[in-house]
């Protein structure tokens, strides 16, 4: 009866330790899943942060184009107008002659 006894001691401790070590388990499954969640969070937002950069850098991007572009109307005005006026020079002393 002694040798059942110990049997049965060393099982119900067994099963002592799978039940605190499943608890145990299942408590930190618990904090993998809310460090999971706080992750999955934080990785949209990231994602909604470089989508609105990206939109930015787009948006700064054309903002330059068009300055730039209007910069080289301007030029390109500036020296039309002085290539008008060399014309008229140009015209005003062949109508001299």
């Known amino acids: 009866m002694s040798s059942e006894n110990d049997s049965l001691n060393r099982f119900s401790s067994a099963v002592r330790q799978l039940i605190h070590r499943f608890s145990d388990l299942k408590k930190e499954n618990g904090e ?25 850098y787009n948006s700064l991007k054309m903002a330059r184009m068009v300055e730039v572009t209007d910069g080289d109307v301007e030029a390109a005005k500036k020296r039309i107008a002085g290539l008008i006026r060399e014309v008229n020079k140009c015209i005003t002393l062949l109508n001299e002659q």
Do not use: Y
């Not at 899943?33 to 609105?52: M, N, P």
């Open 32 to 56: 993998l899943l809310v460090a999971i969640e706080e992750r999955d969070k934080k990785i949209s937002e990231l994602e909604q942060k470089l989508t609105q950069a990206h939109h930015d």
